[in-house]
């Protein structure tokens, strides 16, 4: 795992903690910013995962 996945991982759940909680509390604007953060971690996760694929790639003869 590279720091890319690990840190889009953290970011989504922060996401979905923050979008929990503004259901939880009726706020509207948190969960939307929790959804919002959930996309950027998944962004952050797939180049990730596309950065390792491509690594693993390389190392293969």
Do not use: C, W
């Not at 759940?13 to 979008?19: D, F, P, R, S, V």
């Not at 259901?23 to 969960?31: F, L, Q, S």
């Amino acid at each position: 795992m590279n720091k890319g996945q690990v840190k889009g991982r953290i970011e989504e759940a922060k996401g979905k903690l923050k979008e929990v909680v503004g259901e939880a509390t009726g706020n509207e604007t948190t969960k939307v910013k929790g959804k919002v953060e959930q996309v950027v971690g998944k962004t952050h996760a797939l180049y990730g995962d596309a950065k390792e694929q491509f690594r693993k790639s390389r190392k293969r003869p």
